[in-house]
Structures are given as structure tokens and as C-alpha cells.
């Protein structure tokens, strides 16, 4: 009798299968732990793998020496040492094929550093295993949402690339940061060059003391490039200076100039990341990014 072709395709699958489930449940009798997580290997038939080996198999082997001797030595593949051969095997088009330039590559990491095929865990708990730095960072007052779950390490690096910090971008790493803050990305007519250069200038990625995510606090950071207003040195001891010969009231105090112009930039700077329209001061012609 002739099947119809739904079930010829489900029987044929059962057929593919059914030598490595076989295995499985032979492994299964000693290994219960790693059997009863229910990964995706497990699951995995044949065609999937361009008929490759499934299962415990898959990664380990012929289980007929391993059983006969109960050594670990006799499970031939994905054994200690073996890094990141056995994986590759299947994930070659991993990172777009640049895992072996990547920094982690060069770093001597292997695939099961970070992956536990037996286990489950969040990405994040990998990573912060070696980058003790970076984690400590997303404690820190601002910092990105990763301790409230809202992101992850890879929703911005891709740990198998070769690019720059393994972000994922093929091109410059404002990229990265222009895939959820499209409003800072341009172009603007009147453009703040550092921001067109790198984010990272001015921002700390993972986490900073100073707010929004600041590599210093304002002034300060501002005062790297910029000199502070001159402005900012006067007192006014009667309530009144002379500025560029003419008399001005300080209606702040003595200090009020101090505190005008001392204190953040942004106050008056809004639109520190570029602007369309020019601004009124006639000083800057246009480009104090006010507006």
C-alpha cells in the first residue's frame, strides 16, 4: 500500500532517527542529568544536519567503544581538548565565517567556554565570567538595561565576529549605538564632530558614574575639547560687571556668572549632537548647537 506523502516523509523521518535515539537511551542510563535537558541537539533530525550523526552522536560519537570500556577517552569527538572542532563541524557559517579571526578565537576561548550544551543560562552570566569589568559596569548609577532584562551582551556584540569589540556592525561602531538612538544619527546640517567620529568619546557603553552614561561629568567632559566660557571666572562683588565694556547687572549674586556657565553645558547646548537650525549666538556663526 502506498502511503500518502505526509506520512511517507513522517515514517521516513522515524527510520533516520531511530538508530540515534537508540543511542541516546544507552547514554541516558548513565547520563541522566545531561539527558534531561532538553536542548536543541537532542531534537535535531538528520536532514537538518545534512545527514550527520544526531543526538548524544552528534557531538560524541559512536557510543559502542565508550560503553564497552567506560572511559572518557573513548568518546571520540567533543572530548576534553577538543575546543572548538567538534561544533565547527556544524556551525561553520557561525559569525559569518570569521570565528577563527575573532578576539575570543585569539584569546584561546573554545565554544564550550561559553556554551554548556548539558545546561541552561542567561548569555549575560557567560560573559561576565571573564569580563569581570564590563558586568561591574552595568551596576554603576547609569548604565544600559541589562540588569532590568531588557538587553543583553549580544544585543549589541556578536561573540563569534572578527569586528571591532565584536559589535554587530560591518561598519563604523556608531552603528551599534544608531540601531536604538536613530534621532542621534543625522546627518545634521550643523554637526558636532566627536559624535560623528564615536559615540564612545563621550559615552561609557556599558556604564558610567556621571548621567547618561557620560565618560565624565559635565563641565568637564565639555572642557576637553572646548575652553569654558570666560564668562565663567567673573564675580560680581556690587551686583554689577563690566562685560566687553559694558556694565551688566548680576541678578544671581556674586557667584551668578560662575553658576551660569560652570555648571552643564547642556543647559544651554541641547541639541549637542547635531542641529538643522542655526543658533542666535553670533559668536559661534550659527554652530553653538542651541537650537
Not at 60 to 81: N, T, Y
Request: charged residues 20%.
Amino acid at each position: 500500500m502506498r502511503l500518502p506523502p505526509l506520512l511517507a516523509a513522517a515514517a521516513l523521518g522515524l527510520a533516520l532517527a531511530g538508530p540515534a535515539r537508540a543511542q541516546d537511551a544507552d547514554c541516558a542510563a548513565c547520563h541522566e542529568a545531561q539527558s534531561r535537558f532538553e536542548n536543541r541537539h537532542l531534537s535535531l533530525t538528520p536532514s537538518e544536519v545534512q545527514g550527520r550523526a544526531v543526538g548524544c552522536a552528534g557531538c560524541h560519537g559512536d557510543p559502542a567503544k565508550h560503553l564497552e570500556s567506560g572511559e572518557a577517552k573513548d568518546m571520540v569527538r567533543f572530548q576534553a581538548g577538543a575546543g572548538s572542532a567538534a561544533c565547527l563541524q556544524c556551525h561553520r557559517s557561525m559569525g559569518q565565517g570569521q570565528w577563527h579571526a575573532s578576539a575570543h578565537a585569539n584569546a584561546g576561548v573554545s565554544c564550550n567556554d561559553c556554551h554548556k550544551t548539558h545546561a541552561a543560562g542567561r548569555p549575560e552570566a557567560q560573559c561576565a565570567s571573564c569580563h569581570a569589568a564590563e558586568n561591574a559596569a552595568f551596576r554603576l548609577p547609569s548604565r544600559h538595561p541589562l540588569q532590568e532584562g531588557r538587553m543583553t551582551c549580544v544585543s549589541c556584540h556578536d561573540p563569534h565576529a572578527a569586528s571591532e569589540a565584536q559589535l554587530k556592525t560591518k561598519q563604523r561602531a556608531n552603528d551599534t549605538c544608531y540601531r536604538c538612538h536613530q534621532d542621534k544619527e543625522g546627518p545634521f546640517v550643523f554637526e558636532h564632530d566627536p559624535v560623528q567620529e564615536d559615540c564612545r568619546l563621550c559615552h561609557a557603553p556599558h556604564g558610567s558614574v556621571a548621567n547618561k552614561l557620560l565618560v565624565a561629568a559635565e563641565p568637564m567632559l565639555c572642557a576637553q575639547c572646548h575652553e569654558l566660557h570666560f564668562h565663567g571666572g567673573y564675580t560680581a562683588a556690587d551686583g554689577e560687571i563690566e562685560i566687553g565694556g559694558i556694565h551688566r547687572e548680576s541678578s544671581n549674586g556674586v557667584l551668578g556668572l560662575n553658576r551660569a556657565f560652570n555648571t552643564r553645558c547642556t543647559q544651554c547646548h541641547t541639541r549637542v549632537h547635531g542641529s538643522d537650525l542655526p543658533s542666535q549666538g553670533a559668536s559661534s556663526r550659527g554652530r553653538s548647537l542651541t537650537r
